[in-house]
């Protein structure tokens, strides 16, 4: 088994559509809805990265009243 078996999709073949580099803005256009819905599909969220967005969504959730 070589690594690029390892995920769903191979990354070896994936094309970005937004050369990597994500943007927070509203999304107008069918291509930026696209490319929004790629940016969350393709999202990997590990390690202490992952606790610190955990922090900050439990905390922005439960401020929300």
């Not at 990597?20 to 809805?33: H, I, M, N, R, Y």
Request: glycine share 8%; charged share 30%; hydrophobic share 35%.
């Amino acid at each position: 088994m070589n690594l690029g078996e390892l995920f769903t999709t191979n990354p070896k073949t994936l094309e970005l559509l937004n050369n990597g580099v994500a943007f927070v803005k509203d999304v107008v256009t069918p291509e930026e809805l696209k490319t929004l819905r790629f940016e969350l599909k393709t999202f990997v969220c590990e390690g202490e990265y992952s606790k610190g967005l955990e922090k900050i969504l439990r905390t922005y959730i439960g401020n929300l009243d």
